[in-house]
């Protein structure tokens, strides 16, 4: 018998399937070593995300490159050197995750970026790799998201079709709301793009209806949960 978030997740995976993806089960991203680790990384991500609106770093340049570099630099030991580094407005009192993956040969393995799960892991990983390898479906109802899950659309016809929001709760930069959402636009032609920050509840009434996170849209995916913080 299927639960609510199975049977839609269900749907989730036919839907990639008819639209070509590689639906095998995710079992090679990087995983933390326990509940408390999930805790640890789920909050310096969101933050890490939420501040990119805030005070963009160069590199975020896209959808995908908001999210690795979130990804990334919540793993990270957050030293006094990393906080001069990156900056943030305020020093965040949330624990280190205690099982990141070590660096090796000059790199640092991350996301699974091919079929075989024998490949080795990378540190870049564009928007369908994140979703396809790196990612569980939790279905079509974007109110299924925690904090630190991606909502996914695919817009065909863009030169980059495949686009991510990262859904980040409650901010640590507004007062009011409790869902809010974090995007880069992505290029469009000359200019560069912008990271962007809209409350759920506004982006389902978006002036454009395939850029709604809703099920009756076409172009949304659906909620996924990146499977470093998934329960094994």
């Known amino acids: 018998m299927h639960t609510r978030r199975g049977a839609s997740a269900s749907l989730v995976l036919l839907v990639l399937t008819l639209l070509g993806a590689d639906t095998s089960p995710v079992t090679a991203q990087v995983r933390l070593a326990d509940e408390s680790d999930r805790a640890a990384f789920r909050p310096w991500f969101t933050l890490l995300a939420d501040v990119q609106f805030e005070q963009p770093q160069s590199e975020v340049v896209d959808c995908a490159a908001l999210v690795r570099l979130a990804f990334r630099e919540a793993l990270r030991a957050h030293t006094p050197a990393w906080h001069q580094r990156v900056r943030l407005p305020f020093v965040p009192q ?16 991350l996301f699974r970026v091919a079929a075989s799960t024998t490949a080795p892991y990378g540190e ?7 979703i396809r ?8 109802e974007a109110r299924a998201a925690r904090p630190g899950d991606l909502l996914y659309f695919i817009q065909p016809g863009q030169s980059q079709p495949d686009h991510l929001m990262v859904f980040v709760g409650r901010s640590r930069f507004d007062a009011e709301g409790d869902d809010w959402v974090v995007y880069h636009t992505g290029p469009d032609g000359d200019a560069p793009g912008e990271v962007r920050k809209v409350r759920l509840s506004v982006l389902q009434a ?7 996170p809703l099920a009756t849209n076409p172009a949304f995916i659906g909620a996924f949960r990146l499977a470093i913080l998934d329960t094994p």
């Open 94 to 109: 949330f624990p280190d995750v205690r099982s990141a993956p070590k660096a090796a040969d000059g790199a640092w393995p």
């Open 124 to 130: 870049f990983a564009d928007a369908r790799t994140l």
């Open 133 to 140: 390898w790196n990612a569980v479906p939790l279905g079509r």
């Open 206 to 212: 978006h002036p454009s209806p395939r850029w709604r």
